[in-house]
């Protein structure tokens, strides 16, 4: 068991950002889309689009919207689109480390929207590798409840660690493969995340003084505004006492 990491933060920060469900079910079924089309319909012989439903499990997808999508991707829906995958990397105030993922059907637009982003919010895009291998694809749940229990659970479902959030709270770190089996585990125990995600969790955090704080969240708020994006990760890490002033 660790200290309380400030993941949390940032999670619950993009939360609020994607509060609006539409928004977000959209963003979603685009992943499941391309999953889907990159490796067939089905989650039991696509290890990406298993990841992705049960991403978008997590997030209360209704299945219809699950099921459409990903027909869509294997060419049954008549609005198929193809996108494609990548990454952009950056730098925003402060010296934080940031890692975007795309999904689009136009480059050239998506390309121009993230530029702006970060050129007007105070952050510059960086070479290919420049910050990536700063992070890590791992599955993440915040989750309430009693210690023995989180971690009995967590555990002999495949988690790699559980951590100590504080006020009753346990991060569960995965393999992103193991993501559906720890969530499958946790619903049947009767554990409700208050989190759940396939992330990018940063190996090495930034630590962000009150003034630098809000200028990174705006940066991220205008990432995440762009409706190509399906992920923005970042290591900054701000403290408590910040977090507090800032949502007050």
């Known amino acids: 068991m660790a200290g309380h990491s400030k993941w949390a933060n940032i999670k619950h920060r993009k939360g609020r950002q994607d509060a609006a469900r539409g928004k ?15 490796g067939g319909g089905d989650p039991s012989m696509n290890a990406a689009l298993n990841t992705a ?71 510059s895009i960086g070479e290919p590798g420049s910050v990536a291998y700063l992070f890590e694809q791992k599955g993440y749940f915040l ?42 585990a946790l619903d049947e125990a009767g554990l409700v995340p208050e989190e759940a995600d396939v992330t990018q969790l940063p190996d090495v955090s930034v630590p962000v003084d009150g003034d630098t704080a809000p200028k990174v969240l705006r940066l991220i708020d205008a990432l995440e505004d762009v409706d190509d994006i399906q992920d923005v990760y970042a290591n900054f890490d701000i403290s408590d006492e910040v977090m507090e002033s800032l949502d007050a």
Do not use: W
């Open 24 to 38: 977000l079910f959209a963003k979603l079924a685009k992943g499941i889309e391309a999953a889907a089309r990159a």
């Open 53 to 123: 439903v049960a991403k978008a499990k997590a997030s209360s997808m209704p299945n219809d919207n699950i099921e459409r999508a990903i027909k869509r991707g294997t060419g049954e829906g008549g609005d198929a689109v193809v996108y494609d995958e990548f990454f952009y990397e950056g730098y925003g105030p402060g010296g934080v480390a940031i890692l975007v993922k795309v999904l689009t059907d136009n480059r050239n637009r998506t390309s121009s929207d993230v530029r702006v982003a970060f050129t007007r919010n105070g952050g």
């Open 143 to 184: 989750v309430p409840g009693d210690e023995d229990e989180v971690m009995m659970v967590a555990l002999e479902a495949g988690a790699e660690d559980v951590k100590d959030a504080g006020d009753g709270k346990y991060e569960i770190i995965t393999a992103p493969t193991d993501f559906g089996a720890v969530q499958a």
